[in-house]
């Protein structure tokens, strides 16, 4: 167990370097940190570890990118060059996410929870570099994707899984496809037959508009 929590922590030097070079933490909190993500990284690994722990070690992690952010801005370093600890975070957290569903697979509203994160940090991105947006993107589907496999039953994954296609990724005809997989596992489910006839009225819509 020590070995795995070390081999995470040592993960975290560059970012925390990072950090302190850029005077966004001292190096007390800094500390505090490594104290707080070591507790978490026990917790995650006892045998028993629950939904709460893994969301608790979110939260956490969810609120220092949060000051980052604000201390960031206040310093006017918005403009400055790319660096670690400017994306560090969020792929902790995502990859917390991780084995959080890995170890819950059976819970769906871990998955939903991650969906929703990966949203949030998507809109962030859009606002600060494309490619990262872009990237979140990417992830999502793959997201989606493997919470269909673990839930395929679940008409609200298929549904926003479809509107992620069509709305995010631009692609009509991959939103057409899920929603078509959709109602041949549940064919009786009138959510998914509503949400399907709207995606085809959406997209004549987007056809004629074409042509006009």
């Not at 589907?141 to 008409?155: K, L, T």
């Amino acid at each position: 167990m020590a070995e795995v929590v070390q081999y995470h922590l040592e993960q975290m030097v560059g970012e925390l370097e990072d950090l302190e070079r850029r005077e966004l933490f001292t190096k007390p909190e800094l500390k505090a940190i490594v104290k707080k993500r070591t507790k978490f990284e026990y917790a995650l690994r006892r045998r028993r570890a629950g939904r709460a722990d893994f969301l608790r070690y979110v939260e956490y992690e969810i609120n220092v990118d949060a000051l980052r952010r604000q201390r960031k801005q206040r310093m006017h370093q918005q403009g400055f060059k790319t660096t670690l600890s400017d994306f560090s975070i969020t792929q902790r957290i995502i990859a917390i996410f991780e084995r959080a569903v890995v170890r819950h697979q059976g819970d769906l509203q871990l998955w939903l929870q991650f969906v929703e994160f990966i949203k949030s940090r998507r809109r962030l991105a859009s606002g600060e570099d494309g490619e990262e947006s872009d990237g979140h993107s990417r992830l999502l589907s793959r997201v989606f994707a493997r919470a269909i496999s673990a839930h395929p039953y679940e008409s609200q994954l298929w549904i926003k899984a479809a509107a992620h296609e069509l709305e995010v990724n631009m692609n009509g005809n991959a939103a057409r496809v899920l929603m078509q997989r959709a109602l041949r596992l549940s064919p009786d489910n009138r959510r998914l037959w509503t949400e399907y006839f709207r995606l085809e009225l959406l997209l004549v819509e987007k056809i004629k508009a074409r042509r006009r």
